[in-house]
C-alpha cells in the first residue's frame, strides 16, 4: 500500500508503516501546489498529514487515495466534501494529544495569573516591578469553566482538582448524571459557564454550529479580571472582540491558536495578537511534547494496519450518521469487553437505529458512561433488558 508521508511524522510511525510493508513517500515539507502534484505522481492511497491544508485540488488529483489521516485531532484543515464525494475516508488520531494539550492549557491559566511573559520581558529590558506582578488571583478555591468535554476536557478535570478548584462544564452530551459521576458541575448553558467562572478554558471542535460562539455576548458576561484560555480552534473565538476585551484590561487570554497563523514551522508573524494587549499567545505547540507525539505515531500506524489486516478504519468522521435523534441513552457501565455490543444487540431488536454515540471511560479506566443518540424512545422492556446486564449500573433515556 502506499503511503504519502506530506507532513512531519515521528520515526516510529515511519518505521511502524514499513514494518506493515507500506511503500512510503515521506516529504514533510510538502504543500499547497506541491503536494497536488506530489499525490498526483505517487498516486498514494493513504494520505497522512498534520498542519497541512488538504484541499479538493489535492484529493481530486490522486486518484488511488482511499484514506486521508489527520495525526492529530481536529480534521478542519481536509476538505471533508471533497474527500467523501472521491470515495476517501478521512481518520483522525482522538485523544492522543490530550494530556499535552491540558498541560499547555494550564501553563496559560499561570502565566496569565501570574503575568509570566511580561516579567521575563521587562526583566530582559532591565526593568524590577514587584509591585506591578504580585497582583494575582491565584488557582486556590477559583471556578474553572469547561466548554467542551471530549477527552482534553476530561484531562483537565484531575489537574483542575490537584490545584484545588471548582469545576463547572457545559456540554451538549453532558447529562446531569455524567457530571455527577465526574465529580464537577453541570452548567445548563454557556453563557451560565461565563458568568459562574473565573478561568474559562475551550476544549470544543470546530463545527458550523461552534464558529464564533465566544463572541462579544459571552466575553460581555465573564467575570471582570476572568481568564479565557483557548487551545481547540482559533474560529471558536471572536478573536477581534477579544483583542478589544483583553486590551481595555477587563479580561485576560491564553491562546494557543490564532485566526492567521503561519503555515511555515519557523517564519514571521504579524497578525493582530503580536501586539495585542492582556493576551499571551503561543506557536500552537498544545500537542508538541515527544509523548503526544510518538502517541500519535502509534495511532497512525493502527489505523493504517487496520486497514491493511481487515479494511476497517478505525476513527473515521465522515461516515453520514444521517436522520434525526429524538431520544439519548445514557449507560453507566463498566468498561468492559462486550458490554455495549449487548446494549448494539437490544437496540437492533427493537428496530432502533443510533445516530451518535460518545463514551467516556472515567479515571482508573473501571467504569465508563455511554451517551447514544437514538431515532426512537427505546421500550420500557429494551431498558430493563439493559439493566438486567451484569456489567450496566443503570440507563436513563431522555428526550432530545
Given at each position: 500500500?502506499?503511503?504519502?508521508?506530506?507532513?512531519?511524522?515521528?520515526?516510529?510511525?515511519?518505521?511502524?508503516?514499513a514494518?506493515?510493508?507500506?511503500?512510503?513517500?515521506?516529504?514533510?515539507?510538502?504543500?499547497?501546489?506541491?503536494?497536488?502534484?506530489?499525490?498526483?505522481?505517487?498516486?498514494?492511497?493513504?494520505?497522512?498529514?498534520?498542519?497541512?491544508?488538504?484541499?479538493?485540488?489535492?484529493?481530486?488529483?490522486?486518484?488511488?487515495?482511499?484514506?486521508?489521516?489527520?495525526?492529530?485531532?481536529?480534521?478542519?484543515?481536509?476538505?471533508?466534501?471533497?474527500?467523501?464525494?472521491?470515495?476517501?475516508?478521512?481518520a483522525?488520531?482522538?485523544?492522543?494529544?490530550?494530556?499535552?494539550v491540558?498541560?499547555?492549557?494550564?501553563?496559560?491559566?499561570?502565566s496569565?495569573?501570574?503575568?509570566y511573559?511580561?516579567?521575563v520581558?521587562?526583566?530582559?529590558?532591565?526593568k524590577?516591578n514587584?509591585?506591578?506582578?504580585?497582583?494575582?488571583?491565584?488557582?486556590?478555591?477559583?471556578?474553572?469553566?469547561l466548554?467542551?468535554?471530549?477527552?482534553?476536557?476530561?484531562?483537565?478535570?484531575?489537574?483542575?482538582?490537584?490545584?484545588?478548584?471548582?469545576?463547572?462544564?457545559?456540554?451538549?452530551?453532558?447529562?446531569?448524571?455524567?457530571?455527577?459521576?465526574?465529580?464537577?458541575a453541570?452548567?445548563?448553558?454557556?453563557?451560565?459557564?461565563a458568568?459562574?467562572?473565573?478561568?474559562?478554558?475551550?476544549?470544543?471542535?470546530?463545527?458550523?454550529?461552534?464558529?464564533?460562539?465566544?463572541?462579544?455576548?459571552?466575553?460581555g458576561?465573564?467575570?471582570?479580571?476572568?481568564?479565557?484560555?483557548?487551545?481547540?480552534?482559533?474560529?471558536?473565538?471572536?478573536?477581534?472582540?477579544?483583542?478589544?476585551?483583553?486590551?481595555?484590561?477587563?479580561?485576560?487570554a491564553?491562546?494557543?491558536v490564532?485566526?492567521?497563523?503561519?503555515?511555515?514551522?519557523?517564519?514571521?508573524?504579524?497578525?493582530?495578537?503580536?501586539?495585542?494587549?492582556?493576551?499571551?499567545a503561543?506557536?500552537?505547540?498544545?500537542?508538541?511534547?515527544?509523548?503526544?507525539?510518538?502517541?500519535?505515531?502509534?495511532?497512525?500506524?493502527?489505523?493504517?494496519?487496520?486497514?491493511?489486516?481487515?479494511?476497517?478504519?478505525?476513527?473515521?468522521?465522515?461516515?453520514?450518521?444521517?436522520?434525526?435523534?429524538?431520544?439519548?441513552?445514557?449507560?453507566?457501565?463498566?468498561?468492559?469487553?462486550?458490554?455495549?455490543?449487548?446494549?448494539?444487540?437490544?437496540?437492533?431488536?427493537?428496530?432502533?437505529?443510533?445516530?451518535e454515540?460518545?463514551?467516556?471511560?472515567?479515571?482508573?479506566?473501571?467504569?465508563?458512561?455511554?451517551?447514544?443518540?437514538?431515532?426512537?424512545?427505546?421500550?420500557?422492556?429494551?431498558?430493563?433488558?439493559?439493566?438486567?446486564?451484569?456489567?450496566?449500573?443503570?440507563?436513563?433515556?431522555?428526550?432530545?
Amino acid at each position: 500500500m502506499k503511503v504519502l508521508a506530506a507532513d512531519k511524522l515521528e520515526k516510529s510511525a515511519l518505521d511502524g508503516l514499513a514494518a506493515l510493508g507500506c511503500d512510503i513517500q515521506f516529504s514533510p515539507d510538502l504543500k499547497g501546489d506541491a503536494l497536488r502534484d506530489a499525490a498526483a505522481d505517487f498516486s498514494p492511497e493513504v494520505l497522512v498529514v498534520r498542519s497541512t491544508k488538504v484541499t479538493r485540488d489535492v484529493v481530486e488529483a490522486a486518484s488511488s487515495l482511499s484514506l486521508i489521516i489527520r495525526a492529530g485531532a481536529g480534521v478542519n484543515t481536509i476538505d471533508i466534501e471533497a474527500a467523501s464525494e472521491n470515495g476517501a475516508r478521512v481518520a483522525n488520531c482522538p485523544g492522543k494529544n490530550s494530556i499535552a494539550v491540558a498541560e499547555l492549557a494550564f501553563a496559560h491559566m499561570l502565566s496569565c495569573d501570574r503575568h509570566y511573559g511580561d516579567c521575563v520581558v521587562d526583566l530582559r529590558d532591565g526593568k524590577w516591578n514587584k509591585k506591578k506582578y504580585s497582583k494575582a488571583f491565584g488557582l486556590y478555591g477559583r471556578t474553572l469553566g469547561l466548554v467542551g468535554m471530549g477527552a482534553i476536557g476530561q484531562e483537565m478535570i484531575p489537574r483542575a482538582k490537584a490545584f484545588g478548584m471548582n469545576v463547572i462544564a457545559f456540554s451538549r452530551w453532558m447529562t446531569p448524571e455524567v457530571a455527577a459521576a465526574l465529580g464537577i458541575a453541570r452548567a445548563e448553558s454557556l453563557m451560565d459557564v461565563a458568568r459562574q467562572s473565573d478561568f474559562i478554558s475551550l476544549h470544543t471542535a470546530l463545527t458550523p454550529k461552534t464558529k464564533g460562539m465566544i463572541g462579544k455576548e459571552f466575553l460581555g458576561a465573564m467575570r471582570d479580571g476572568a481568564v479565557l484560555i483557548n487551545t481547540s480552534r482559533a474560529e471558536v473565538v471572536d478573536e477581534e472582540a477579544l483583542i478589544a476585551e483583553a486590551g481595555s484590561g477587563r479580561l485576560r487570554a491564553g491562546v494557543d491558536v490564532m485566526i492567521g497563523e503561519p503555515g511555515a514551522a519557523d517564519t514571521e508573524y504579524g497578525g493582530p495578537l503580536k501586539d495585542a494587549g492582556g493576551i499571551y499567545a503561543t506557536h500552537h505547540i498544545g500537542a508538541s511534547t515527544e509523548q503526544a507525539q510518538e502517541a500519535v505515531a502509534a495511532e497512525v500506524v493502527h489505523i493504517v494496519g487496520s486497514y491493511i489486516n481487515t479494511g476497517h478504519v478505525p476513527n473515521v468522521v465522515n461516515i453520514s450518521k444521517g436522520g434525526t435523534a429524538s431520544n439519548v441513552l445514557t449507560i453507566r457501565h463498566q468498561d468492559r469487553v462486550g458490554v455495549l455490543a449487548a446494549v448494539f444487540e437490544i437496540l437492533q431488536g427493537e428496530g432502533v437505529s443510533v445516530q451518535e454515540m460518545e463514551n467516556i471511560v472515567l479515571g482508573g479506566g473501571v467504569t465508563a458512561i455511554a451517551q447514544i443518540s437514538v431515532d426512537k424512545k427505546v421500550s420500557a422492556a429494551g431498558i430493563d433488558k439493559m439493566n438486567a446486564h451484569p456489567l450496566i449500573f443503570d440507563t436513563v433515556q431522555m428526550g432530545v
